[in-house]
C-alpha cells in the first residue's frame, strides 16, 4: 500500500501531537516538519525522522508532500492554509481555521478551484459520545431535541495570545451545536469580557436561537481553577450527558439512567485517520471547510453581538 505523504506547519503544543500520530499511522509517512522556531523544527524533525524547515514556502516545493496539517498560532492558520493549497497539497487546518471570514472564504474558494481536500480540527465530532448525542438527536431517541448547554472552562493557558476565548475555545462548542442539531442558528445573543487576559475576552456566554424553537447555551471562560468541558441535551422524552474528559456519556429519562461503554479512542487520531482516508479514498471529509467557514461566522457574530449589546441575526 502506498502511503500518503504529510507535513506538519507549527509543531508547538497541539502541532507535536500530529506529528506523532502520523508517524504512528500505517498510512502516512511524516516527511517534514516547518516551524519558525528553528529549535522545535529540529527537535521534532529529529524525533520523527522527518526533514527541518524554518519556512514553509520553501518546504511546500516539495513534491513528494501531499497533504499538511496547520498548527501555526491561529493568527497565522490562514497564511499558512492559503501557501499549501497554491502549492497542490491537502489541508486539515486547525480551528479557528482564520480569523476572519474573508480570510475564509479565500481558503474554501482555493481548495475547491485546485480541487484539494480542506478540513477544519473539530477535534469534538470525533468522540463516541457526541456522535451517539448526534444520533440520538436524528432518530429522535430522545424524542425532540429542545435546547443544549455547553460548558468548556479552564485556567488560562498562557500561550494562547492571539486571539480570544470565543476564536479558540467556544468555536468548538459553536461547531458542537452545529453537529447536533442539524439546523443553523439564525441569531446569536452573547455578553463576553476580559478578567486577566489583557487583550482579548476572556469569558464568553452566547446563546444560539435555531427557526424550529431549539436554543443552545454556550459558557466558555479561562477563569476557571479546574477543567470542565460539558455537554447537556435535553429532549422531550430524555436527556443526554457528555463529559468530554473523560468520554463518559449518560441518557436519563424519567425512569432510569444508561451508561453506554464507548471504547476509549484518542479523538486526534480518529481525527487524522479520517482525514488520510478521505484523500486516499476521494471521500467528502466529515467536516469541510464550510463548517470551518460557519462555525467562523458564528464566531464573529457572538462577538458582534456583545459588543452591540445586541441580538445578532445569522445570514
Ligand atoms: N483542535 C484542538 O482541539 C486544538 C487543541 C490545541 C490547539 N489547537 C490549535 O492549534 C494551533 C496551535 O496551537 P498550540 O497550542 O500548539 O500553539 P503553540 O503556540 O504552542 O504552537 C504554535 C507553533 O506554531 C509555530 N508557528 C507560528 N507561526 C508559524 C508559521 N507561520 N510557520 C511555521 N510555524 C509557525 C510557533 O513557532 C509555535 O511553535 C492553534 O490554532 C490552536 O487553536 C487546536
Known amino acids: 500500500m502506498s502511503k500518503l505523504r504529510v507535513a506538519v506547519i507549527g509543531t508547538g503544543f497541539w502541532g507535536k501531537n500530529h506529528a506523532?500520530?502520523?508517524?504512528?499511522?500505517?498510512?502516512?509517512?511524516?516527511?517534514?516538519?516547518?516551524?519558525?522556531?528553528?529549535?522545535?523544527?529540529?527537535?521534532?524533525?529529529?524525533?520523527?525522522?522527518?526533514?527541518?524547515?524554518?519556512?514553509?514556502?520553501?518546504?511546500?516545493?516539495?513534491?513528494?508532500?501531499?497533504?499538511?496539517?496547520?498548527?501555526?498560532?491561529?493568527?497565522?492558520?490562514?497564511?499558512?492554509?492559503?501557501?499549501?493549497?497554491?502549492?497542490?497539497?491537502?489541508?486539515?487546518?486547525?480551528?479557528?481555521?482564520?480569523?476572519?471570514?474573508?480570510?475564509?472564504?479565500?481558503?474554501?474558494?482555493?481548495?475547491?478551484a485546485n480541487g484539494l481536500h480542506l478540513t477544519v480540527g473539530f477535534l469534538m465530532r470525533f468522540i463516541p459520545g457526541l456522535q451517539q448525542i448526534k444520533q440520538s438527536v436524528e432518530t429522535a431517541k430522545i424524542g425532540e431535541m429542545v435546547s443544549a448547554t455547553a460548558k468548556r472552562v479552564t485556567q488560562w493557558p498562557e500561550r494562547i495570545g492571539d486571539v480570544g476565548i470565543v476564536k479558540d475555545t467556544a468555536i468548538h462548542d459553536i461547531d458542537v451545536m452545529r453537529f447536533i442539531s442539524g439546523e443553523e442558528p439564525?441569531?446569536?445573543?452573547?455578553?463576553?469580557?476580559?478578567?486577566?487576559?489583557?487583550?482579548?475576552?476572556?469569558?464568553?456566554?452566547?446563546?444560539?436561537?435555531?427557526?424550529?424553537?431549539?436554543?443552545?447555551?454556550?459558557?466558555?471562560?479561562?477563569?476557571?481553577?479546574?477543567?470542565?468541558?460539558?455537554?447537556?441535551?435535553?429532549?422531550?422524552?430524555?436527556?443526554?450527558?457528555?463529559?468530554?474528559?473523560?468520554?463518559?456519556?449518560?441518557?436519563?429519562n424519567a425512569v432510569e439512567t444508561v451508561q453506554p461503554r464507548n471504547s476509549f479512542k484518542?479523538?486526534?487520531?480518529?481525527?487524522?485517520?479520517?482525514?488520510v482516508e478521505c484523500i486516499i479514498e476521494k471521500k467528502t471529509p466529515m467536516i469541510t471547510g464550510d463548517d470551518g467557514y460557519k462555525a467562523l461566522e458564528i464566531a464573529v457574530a457572538a462577538m458582534e453581538s456583545s459588543t452591540k449589546n445586541t441580538v445578532v441575526k445569522i445570514k
Open 186 to 252: 439564525v441569531s446569536v445573543y452573547a455578553k463576553m469580557g476580559s478578567m486577566r487576559h489583557r487583550q482579548f475576552e476572556d469569558y464568553a456566554q452566547i446563546m444560539l436561537t435555531y427557526e424550529s424553537g431549539k436554543t443552545a447555551f454556550i459558557e466558555s471562560n479561562w477563569l476557571t481553577p479546574y477543567k470542565i468541558r460539558s455537554l447537556n441535551v435535553t429532549g422531550s422524552e430524555a436527556i443526554m450527558r457528555l463529559d468530554y474528559n473523560s468520554q463518559e456519556l449518560w441518557i436519563e
Open 20 to 112: 506523532r500520530i502520523y508517524k504512528e499511522l500505517e498510512n502516512t509517512e511524516l516527511v517534514a516538519i516547518c516551524d519558525v522556531n528553528p529549535e522545535c523544527s529540529r527537535a521534532i524533525a529529529e524525533q520523527y525522522g522527518a526533514k527541518a524547515y524554518t519556512d514553509s514556502s520553501i518546504m511546500l516545493k516539495n513534491p513528494e508532500i501531499q497533504a499538511v496539517s496547520v498548527c501555526t498560532w491561529s493568527i497565522k492558520l490562514a497564511e499558512e492554509t492559503l501557501k499549501c493549497l497554491h502549492a497542490g497539497k491537502h489541508v486539515l487546518v486547525e480551528k479557528p481555521m482564520a480569523t476572519d471570514t474573508k480570510q475564509a472564504q479565500i481558503l474554501l474558494d482555493t481548495a475547491e
Open 266 to 275: 484518542e479523538p486526534l487520531k480518529a481525527e487524522l485517520e479520517h482525514f
